[in-house]
């Protein structure tokens, strides 16, 4: 093959554009399947830049494909578009423009490095070998489905991928460090939505009554025992009761309530666990009480698992672009994201990019926080980071 190139060197020509690209996109946020400008400007770059162009998946999703000569192998890298319904305190000259919309979770970063990595490929389109890649832009990360449904409209298949990369600028990280770790990295996200009714009241007589707000009280504690009494101590999971609202006066006793919470886990044994006690649980505490109670569970996206391999690749790929002493395996979080789809239809690694520089200020605040911000120095080392992790793939993993 011919010699790989310097992948540094060839972000860093990029820089102007992916920092241009960033704020722009930063500018005009858009909530999740409405990502209509956004998926615009992915689709005429990836046009002008030469690739073969599919727009409208799943509403607002793009993908960017060069072929793979025959027998060549194909590779998946996944970039996320949604904004989040957060309004913008940042003081900086291209904050948001759109009252309650912001980048606040540095997907205007993700975007502009997924532009950056098909100019750096498509410049270096002889690194690829025989093989090819396919750029999935995808909408509605952020709660929405968006993974799930691109695979529903058949974002993974004609041509099917052979490994599914992707990457999140991670604020809490220094910028020029990466994590890239095997197995769960983020965990499984499901919700539930409880509705109880009982029989309303006079305060005074509470004899006459099934007090709702007694046996929500009775299950927010009864919950909240679950993990610690039914999941092994060493295998890390989470309930979180969110909300509670019951109730219109001091002397009435609540006719009904409502209770809302989180379940996190990283393992699909201890997930399907928690669910199933969670059922248990609220219609015996209802019915211990007299009362009735509906649940309604939802399971948003299943935890995000790194293949060995994979993340074997990736590893030595982020060494050779930041140095093996600013990569570890130390991070992972009871987060979610749904880029766990793309990892269970076609095995890859989804690894983190510090974006952290506090002497600049930037970083300093978490994601999904209105003054959250990244380093823009991350930009290039993403695109370097995926092209080199890439371009090592598609030439049978050879350094």
């Known amino acids: ?48 830049l030469g690739y073969e162009v ?21 590779a998946m890298l996944r970039f996320d578009m949604d904004a989040l319904p957060i309004h913008e305190q940042n003081d900086v000259d291209y904050r948001s423009t759109i009252d309650g919309k912001m980048h606040a979770c540095g997907h205007d970063g993700h975007v502009a490095i997924g532009l950056g990595v098909a ?20 909408p509605a990360e952020e709660g929405g489905g968006g993974a799930q449904k691109m695979v529903e409209a058949g974002a993974m298949e004609n041509p099917r991928p052979d490994i599914s990369l992707g990457l999140h600028i991670w604020a809490p990280m220094p910028l020029g460090t990466a994590n890239v770790r095997s197995g769960p990295i983020m965990a499984s996200a499901d919700t539930f939505n409880v509705e109880i009714t009982g029989k309303g009241g006079h305060g005074a007589q509470p004899e006459t009554t099934v007090d709702s707000v007694l046996v929500a009280s009775h299950l927010v504690v009864a919950l909240h025992s679950i ?66 109670a509906v649940l309604k569970y939802d399971e948003m996206c299943p935890a995000t698992i790194c293949d060995p391999a994979a993340t074997a690749l990736v590893r030595g790929a982020a060494e050779a672009i930041l140095g093996a002493e600013n990569v570890d395996d130390s991070i992972r979080t009871m987060g979610s994201e749904d880029m766990s789809v793309l990892l269970n239809e076609v095995p890859g690694c989804y690894f983190f990019l510090g974006g952290q520089t506090l002497e600049r200020e930037l970083g300093a605040h978490p994601h999904h926080h209105p ?9 290039p080392l993403g695109v370097a980071i995926l ?13």
């Not at 309930?239 to 001091?250: D, N």
């Not at 003054?371 to 930009?379: I, K, R, T």
């Not at 092209?387 to 350094?399: D, K, V």
Request: glycine letters at 10%; hydrophobic letters at 40%.
């Open 1 to 48: 093959m011919a010699s790989r190139p310097d992948f540094r060197y060839v972000a860093h020509t990029l820089v102007e554009q992916l920092i241009t690209d960033r704020r722009d996109l930063h500018q005009h946020p858009e909530l999740g399947f409405e990502e209509f400008r956004t998926a615009k400007i992915v689709a005429d770059r990836l046009r002008e």
């Open 54 to 74: 599919t727009e409208g998946l799943a509403t607002t999703g793009v993908l960017g494909v060069i072929p793979a000569q025959p027998g060549g192998k194909l």
């Open 119 to 138: 100019a750096a490929l498509m410049q270096n389109r002889e690194a690829l070998g025989t093989g090819g890649i396919k750029l999935l832009f995808q």
């Open 227 to 292: 993990v610690s009494r039914n999941i092994h101590p060493e295998q890390p999971a989470v309930l979180s009761v969110g909300s509670v609202q019951a109730g219109t006066a001091h002397n009435i006793i609540a006719h009904s309530a409502t209770l809302t919470g989180t379940i996190r886990s990283y393992d699909p044994e201890a997930r399907e666990r928690l669910k199933q006690r969670v059922h248990e649980v609220v219609q015996g505490v209802a019915a211990t009480f007299g009362a009735t």
């Open 371 to 379: 003054a959250f911000s990244f380093d823009e120095g991350v930009l």
């Open 387 to 399: 092209c080199e992790a890439t371009t090592r793939y598609l030439n049978g993993g050879n350094e």
